[in-house]
């Protein structure tokens, strides 16, 4: 199974970016989807994660400016992102929960100028 990121970049404070993940490979179905994130110097958080059904939850410091969903015929997961701030800078992370294994993307690189 890969994940494979797309969309990352440079953006100005309060921009906007879309980040999409695909999953390939032998997949049965997918549970769990999520995005994470990892700034230098620190672990790596949950920004988002959205259930095979379509549940999701956010980070506190993400709500009301993030969104994310899924596309299960297409085993992508998206991610809208919003008023966008320097705090956001991190590579973003995509994780795929299938059965009991969870597989991690290559990250792409989000950059927030003020």
């Known amino acids: 199974v890969q994940l494979v990121e797309s969309g990352g970049g440079l953006v100005q404070a309060g921009g906007s970016l879309r980040l999409s993940c695909a999953a390939s490979?032998?997949?049965?179905?997918?549970?769990?989807m999520g995005w994470y994130r990892q700034a230098p110097g620190k672990q790596r958080e949950l920004v988002a994660m959205?259930?095979?059904?379509?549940?999701?939850n956010y980070a506190d410091s993400v709500k009301g400016r993030f969104t994310i969903s899924r596309d299960n015929a297409k085993n992508t997961v998206y991610l809208q992102m919003n008023s966008l701030k320097p705090e956001d800078t991190a590579v973003y992370y995509c994780?795929?929960?299938?059965?009991?294994?969870?597989?991690w993307g290559q990250g792409t690189q989000v950059t927030v100028s003020s």
């Open positions: 994780n795929a929960q299938i059965t009991f294994t969870f597989y």
């Open positions: 490979g032998s997949i049965d179905s997918i549970n769990v």
């Open positions: 959205i259930s095979s059904g379509g549940n999701t």
